[in-house]
């Protein structure tokens, strides 16, 4: 016994899956081509993906590298402005009683030009010192950067000092306060004074 309609309705079935198989075969290029075009995109968008994380990189160690050298840079500044703070007030502080003393420690705050200008006049430097009727002061009253603070080379700073014999550093002004232009020079992991003039 067949059921109702049986055979028209296989072979209804039938045609329809003719109909369906040849409408995939005919779609079949079609299909194919948005397959392909979708890898594409997909490939695009992958790529540039890739180009957006690898400049991504390159940015953060960029970054890093700048950040490492302010920072080193920002540091040497620092370190040359305290040390001219200490040595400007080393050269501004002289005793009588011991002018060789003064003169060996000025002597250890300098370098170059400077420490070469002492040394041709320590005699008349330890002289002049001794004849003091009393001891010289100084202090340091501010310390600036002249220049934006570098990763190499020599560091110049602005020093406003206050001083009892301000000709102790070559000013030749009889005002407490001088402003002195300082050019700092690291040497052996020191920062010395390389050249001192009135501003």
Not at 15 to 37: F, V
Request: glycine share 6%; charged share 25%; proline share 4%.
């Amino acid at each position: 016994m067949t059921a109702p309609g049986g055979p028209v309705r296989t072979r209804e079935r039938d045609a329809a899956l003719r109909r369906w198989r040849s409408a995939r075969i005919a779609a079949g290029p079609a299909l194919r081509r948005r397959a392909q075009q979708r890898r594409a995109r997909l490939l695009v968008g992958l790529r540039a993906a890739v180009v957006v994380a690898t400049l991504a990189v390159v940015a953060v160690i960029v970054m890093a590298f700048v950040s490492h050298r302010d920072t080193a840079a920002t540091e040497r500044g620092e370190q040359a402005q305290a040390a001219a703070r200490s040595a400007l007030t080393t050269m501004l502080t002289a005793d009588p009683a011991k002018a060789q003393a003064y003169a060996d420690a000025v002597l250890a705050v300098t370098t170059g030009e400077q420490r070469r200008r002492i040394e041709a006049g320590r005699a008349e430097l330890v002289g002049e010192i001794a004849r003091q009727t009393g001891p010289s002061t100084g202090q340091v009253l501010s310390v600036t950067l002249v220049d934006e603070p570098r990763t190499d080379g020599d560091v110049t700073v602005l020093v406003v000092a206050e001083a009892t014999n301000p000709q102790l550093i070559g000013a030749d002004t009889t005002a407490k306060r001088i402003p002195v232009v300082v050019t700092m020079s690291r040497v052996d992991g020191h920062w010395l004074v390389a050249k001192a003039r009135q501003a």
